[in-house]
């Protein structure tokens, strides 16, 4: 550590005392003195000294009691033992107690200066390998679950480079957090205090995308009755995420290139020329390279785009992550539907640790909850695990089976356009089907059955999604729908 | 010989303003703890006796007055009756005074 350092003098004599603070002052840093072990304690709570000189003898306790009320505390600033030379066998003691450095008084100025310099070196040593260690062993990150290789990779990309306006692109199945990924760049940047807006090009009708993402003005087209800003405007300063990259027209993705290029657009029926400040993130779960070759995706744009690449595993190349991902769901899902799960047995754990996953976490997710709503217990029990993992996780222990595995779930259907943090959702689809039906009256049984289908059929079988359109708990949606499997109503899973 | 031997240490490593308010700190602290030291030995508060000591040994030894922090810390020891330590701890804590006052005259009058 270099320059000016916080350091606390733990000292109940005034001569010394105002010894250190003026060469400490002389060499540089800021200095607080504690005269008793109890303010020192406090000082070191809430000031957060880089270091501590401090006195062995103190008018409340004495300073090893300090070192270990400061350990209990996590508090691991580096101490350093100021001690008269008859008590040499008490600075040995106190390294013994974790103090990094003794210093026999009277000092010198250059002696104070090393043995500081040390201690601060140590400490800022430990507290990069403590992050080192933080960064390699974490589990957690920006919303996501998982503690694998694949995803510390991923972590460090994302990380790496947040700080940076280069475009992101970013690949992985259905279902392996692509839009998790996206709000982690823009969260980790420093865009994070201004808006994250994701616009799915697959879930937006052709014609409407221009207007999408440029925004228009009124009278640009029939039902234009007023201005609308769109994407690009509304992502100023932020973060764009355009989901399903590859679904966007040819015509478009010309239009979009003139944007990366220029950071300048026209609302559609305009001809003025706006300008933003925007950083681009872009999804797609086809292989981007293929989509350029087959002519569908345009080089130019992709080289545009395709700046830093973040590839998310899919779950059945994370090893235990799986495991980690069931856990945290079942403790979120049985707190929120007042469970007792506390965990997996034995077996269970095996069916879920062995299984492909083919729809990835969200497929996990949606498995976890209706395990919760359907049963409870304190463990969750191999039966209690739905027929299709069971027999699929049976089939990878026992592959001569011909048995099928469930096929991956559809990518969901997103709300067209989602600006963070205003938390606007749409529900389009599902007003359009209430529209639709109106006209026929059929009992409510059916109607209900029919607009829960139909919102998971919108959101790709997505039952929490599918809840949120229905604005009801997702709970309910797997006690229906368990129900009407039983009437016959459905197949069975 | 002076019993502010490591002074002229802290003469180089502190400006001079800077070093008359140690010594006047200093000064001010042989005061205060001679003070306690005596109405220690008057009540025989041996505990008392022995926290000042400890802080007078501390002052001392800061500015390297060698002789009364060794002083001290024999005080501090208890081997002989308080008034003993007290008479011994005084004598050289006039002894420091007088080498401050010398000292410091040296070093000229603050700027």
Redesign the interface.
Same mark, same amino acid.
Not at chain 2, 61 to 64: C, D, F, S, T
């Given at each position: 550590m270099s320059g000016a350092a916080r350091v606390l003098v733990v000292e109940d004599t005034p001569t010394q005392a105002q010894l250190a603070r003026a060469l400490l002052a002389g060499l540089g840093h800021e200095v607080m003195i504690a005269e008793s072990a109890g303010a020192a304690l406090v000082a070191a709570r809430d000031w957060r000294p880089d270091a501590i000189l401090l006195d062995i003898e103190l008018p409340d306790y004495n300073g090893f009691e300090l070192m270990q009320r400061l350990r209990a505390e996590g508090i691991t600033t580096s101490v350093i033992v100021v001690t008269a030379n008859a008590s040499i066998n008490v600075a040995v003691e106190a390294m013994r107690a974790g103090a990094v450095d003794f210093i026999v008084k009277p000092y010198a100025k250059a002696r104070l200066s090393v043995t500081l310099a040390n201690a601060l070196e140590k400490q800022a040593l430990a507290a990069q390998l403590s992050a080192v260690k933080a960064r390699l062993d974490r589990n957690q990150f920006f919303g996501f679950i998982g503690s694998s290789a694949p995803m510390q990779a991923a972590y460090r990309t994302i990380e790496s480079v947040a700080a940076s306006k280069a475009s992101v692109f970013i690949t992985g199945e259905s279902g392996t957090g692509k839009e998790l990924a996206a709000e982690a760049v823009h969260r980790a940047s420093p865009r994070m205090g201004r808006n994250f807006v994701a616009l799915n090009c697959g879930a937006i009708p052709r014609d409407l995308l221009e207007s999408e993402v440029f925004g228009h003005v009124r009278g640009a087209f029939t039902g234009a009755s007023a201005d609308r800003e769109g994407a690009a405007k509304l992502a100023d300063g932020g973060t764009l995420f355009l989901d399903e990259i590859g679904e966007m027209p040819l015509d478009m993705q010309v239009k979009l290139l003139r944007f990366v290029q220029t950071g300048s657009y026209s609302p559609v029926g305009s001809s003025r020329l706006d300008r933003v400040d925007v950083r681009f993130v872009c999804a797609t779960n086809r292989d981007p390279m293929l989509e350029v070759q087959g002519g569908r995706f345009r080089e130019d744009l992709y080289y545009r785009l395709y700046v830093v690449p973040v590839e998310l595993p899919p779950l059945r190349a994370r090893g235990d992550d799986v495991l980690l991902i069931a856990r945290h769901f079942l403790a979120q899902f049985a707190r929120e539907e007042g469970r007792a799960f506390t965990g997996f047995s034995a077996v269970a754990e095996q069916a879920l640790a062995v299984f492909g996953w083919p729809g990835n976490v969200r497929q996990l997710q949606n498995v976890i909850r209706n395990i919760v709503v359907l049963h409870d217990g304190d463990r969750v029990e191999l039966d209690m695990i739905p027929r299709a993992v069971r027999r699929a996780a049976a089939d990878e222990k026992a592959p001569a089976s011909a048995e099928p595995v469930p096929p991956p779930l559809p990518e969901p259907v997103p709300a067209a356009r989602v600006v963070r943090p205003a938390t606007e959702a749409t529900a389009e689809g599902a007003a359009g089907i209430v529209g639709e039906a109106a006209a026929e009256v059929v009992p409510l049984a059916v109607m209900e059955r029919r607009l829960i289908l139909a919102a998971l059929r919108q959101t790709g079988q997505d039952v929490p999604r599918a809840a949120a359109l229905l604005e009801i708990n997702p709970s309910t949606v797997y006690r229906k729908l368990q129900g009407w499997r039983a009437e016959g109503l459905l197949p069975a899973d | 010989m002076s019993d502010l031997g %490591?002074a002229a240490? =802290?003469a180089?490593?502190?400006?001079p303003d800077? =070093?008359r =308010?140690?010594l006047k700190? %200093?000064h @001010?602290?042989v005061q205060r703890l001679t003070g306690a030291l005596a109405d220690a030995a008057r009540l025989d508060d041996a505990a008392a006796f022995r926290?000042a000591a400890? *802080?007078l @040994? *501390? @002052?001392a *030894?800061?500015? *390297?007055a060698a002789r009364l922090?060794e002083a001290c810390?024999r005080a501090m020891a208890g081997g002989e009756t308080l008034g003993t330590g007290l008479a011994e701890v005084t004598a050289m804590a006039d002894g420091a005074l007088g080498d401050l006052a010398a000292f410091l005259a040296r070093l000229g009058p603050a700027t």
């Open positions: - | %490591f240490q =802290l180089e490593d502190l400006s800077d =070093l =308010l140690v700190v %200093f @001010a602290d926290r400890h *802080g @040994a *501390g @002052a *030894g800061a500015v *390297g922090e810390r």
